[in-house]
């Protein structure tokens, strides 16, 4: 059965204190895998795609990496406003299937 | 370039009515999906529509259904409510051959 699994459930960091996230999967084929960012009250909103295992994207303060089994959002020197639940989700290579498969996030607050 | 557009963005309903949500995809995507999302089980996959089709379906009751128009509006209604049915209701739309979902804000179903 395809799962994500995110840890840890919550962080709270200091402003400036880098760290990383944990996104781990199993899938039947991976088409990509996906974070997202959630704020209160707000849907999520993407913030990267990885296709394949050694990949990796960056924007601004947040580093995404890929390999065959998990996924890390490394957040270097974070700022309050990087304060948010961050979501991991994966798309099964199933033909036109677009289902995502959600982790259940991880909560992120940044102490000023 | 208008988002995804939900409405209402918040619903209050008693055990046993009906509620409809109507989601406007960004202009040009054809594919919709909808999710609940609730804390214990996070984000999970209701139904995709592709062009007034429906592509793929969750494991979710009868009494979740939904439709596609010819200009990819989508709607979705749930029947005979339940407590268990409060949540929070995203559509997402993507574009011919991509792979990222752009979310709503979505809509806060409360059931009484």
């Known amino acids: 059965e395809d799962q994500v699994t995110q840890s840890p459930e919550a962080l709270r960091l200091q402003e400036g204190e880098s760290s990383s996230l944990n996104c781990s999967y199993t899938v039947s084929g991976l088409r990509g895998l996906f974070w997202y960012r959630q704020d209160p009250g707000k849907g999520p909103e993407f913030l990267f795609t990885l296709y394949s295992a050694g990949e990796e994207k960056e924007k601004e303060r947040l580093k995404a990496t890929l390999t065959k089994k998990e996924s890390f959002l490394h957040i270097t020197a974070p700022k309050p406003e990087d304060s948010a639940t961050y979501l991991c989700?994966?798309?099964?290579?199933?033909?036109?299937?677009?289902?995502?498969?959600w982790g259940l996030g991880t909560s992120l607050a940044v102490n000023p | 370039k208008a988002g995804v557009t939900q409405t209402p963005r918040y619903l209050i309903k008693t055990r046993g009515q009906q509620v409809t949500l109507s989601c406007s995809p960004i202009?040009?995507?054809?594919?919709v999906s909808w999710y609940q999302q609730t804390p214990g089980q996070g984000l999970q996959f209701l139904f995709e529509y592709f062009s007034e089709t429906q592509r793929n379906k969750g494991n979710f009751p009868g009494r979740f259904s939904g439709r596609q128009f010819s200009n990819s509006r989508s709607e979705m209604n749930v029947s005979t409510l339940e407590l268990g049915d409060s949540a929070l209701y995203l559509c997402?739309?993507?574009?011919?051959?991509?792979?990222?979902?752009?979310f709503g804000a979505g809509t806060r179903l409360s059931v009484l």
């Open positions: 202009s040009g995507h054809r594919s």
């Open positions: 989700a994966v798309q099964a290579r199933a033909g036109n299937n677009r289902k995502l498969i």
């Open positions: 997402a739309s993507n574009g011919q051959g991509e792979n990222i979902q752009y």
